[in-house]
């Protein structure tokens, strides 16, 4: 038997982003917003009960994120491990979220990956929810979908929403920034206030976009411009443009600027695009 399906594996960005502080285990405690994207990757699983048991991952154009070490090709092992499945698979991931961006593509990869192959092989909801924890703190937050508010590693969800749609102008300086490097290079810093979480944001389902403009904001912003000056520049070009507000998504170095609406956003994205070396997207919240 053989079946094959493919998921959209949105990007996210982080509206805000609190660093709370060092937990016992050495992770950080956080304190965040996510919102998923209309940009999005696309993953295709193709699965054969039928023939030898293995797995292939593909990553067309980018030969770097191909075999097993990439993200959704370790989902798919974990996923038939727990459900004993004998099959042979084949995951292709078409990427247009950029790679080690703060956008959470390879966690929504791995979440996506999830979604099709337990659907193919039927697995259980609470089979692969069991596995997305192991796999990366942003994992269960793609798997369940919609907006979040993300506590603890980023693993306790709370969903939030509907939220009104943000018009977004993302910017990467052209390359890839580490998680770990840059929570290294926060834990090198002098230490900023002590911080606490927010109340409540249930309120946010009913006010205005001025009420979500007035949260963003990242801690981990000055430890990731330590390690790419460039990002201050980018947020001066969001600022130019139009940008209501600017921030560092998740450890970066990409950054998103929050447009009044759709048309300003892409005026923005073209005059940004004009710098030579700069990675720019125009896109928005997708709830």
């Known amino acids: 038997m053989t079946g094959s399906l493919t998921r959209q594996a949105p990007a996210k960005i982080?509206?805000?982003?609190?660093?709370?502080?060092?937990?016992?285990?050495?992770?950080?405690?956080?304190?965040s917003l996510m919102l998923p994207l209309e940009l999005a990757d696309s993953v295709e699983i193709h699965v054969d009960l039928d023939a030898p048991a293995g797995l292939e991952c593909l990553c067309p154009g980018c030969p770097e994120l191909e075999g097993p070490d990439n993200l959704a090709a370790r989902a798919a092992r974990a996923l038939v491990s727990v459900r004993g499945s004998r099959a042979r698979i084949r995951i292709t991931v078409?990427?247009?979220?950029?790679?080690?961006?703060?956008?959470?593509g390879g966690s929504s990869d791995a979440a996506a990956t999830l979604l099709a192959l337990g659907e193919?092989?039927?697995?259980?909801?609470?089979?692969?929810?069991?596995?997305?924890?192991?796999?990366?703190?942003?994992?269960?937050?793609?798997?369940?979908?919609?907006?979040?508010?993300?506590?603890?590693?980023?693993?306790?969800?709370?969903?939030?929403?509907?939220?009104?749609?943000?018009?977004l102008v993302l910017v990467n300086p052209g390359r890839p920034l580490a998680t770990a490097a840059v929570y290294q290079a926060l834990d090198a810093l002098a230490p900023p206030a002590p911080r606490v979480e927010l109340g409540p944001l249930g309120a946010l389902t009913r006010e205005r976009l001025v009420d979500l403009i007035e949260l963003v904001g990242?801690?981990?912003?000055?430890?990731?411009?330590?390690?790419?000056?460039?990002?201050?520049?980018?947020?001066?070009?969001?600022?130019?443009?139009?940008?209501?507000?600017?921030?560092?998504?998740?450890?970066?170095p990409t950054?998103?600027?929050?447009?009044?609406?759709?048309?300003?956003?892409?005026?923005a994205g073209r005059a940004i695009a004009g710098h030579a070396g700069l990675r720019v997207e125009v896109t928005r919240t997708a709830a």
């Open 120 to 167: 193919l092989v039927g697995a259980e909801p609470a089979e692969v929810c069991a596995i997305a924890p192991g796999l990366g703190a942003d994992v269960p937050f793609f798997l369940e979908g919609g907006s979040a508010r993300a506590r603890g590693r980023g693993e306790l969800l709370t969903r939030v929403g509907p939220l009104p749609p943000l018009d």
């Open 94 to 104: 078409h990427k247009r979220i950029w790679i080690a961006a703060g956008l959470g």
């Open 255 to 267: 950054v998103f600027g929050v447009f009044a609406d759709a048309e300003l956003a892409r005026t």
């Open 218 to 252: 990242n801690d981990l912003g000055r430890a990731a411009r330590a390690l790419c000056p460039e990002i201050d520049e980018l947020h001066r070009l969001l600022a130019s443009a139009g940008a209501l507000a600017s921030s560092l998504s998740g450890s970066g």
């Open 14 to 31: 982080n509206l805000y982003l609190r660093v709370l502080g060092r937990r016992p285990d050495g992770d950080h405690e956080i304190d």
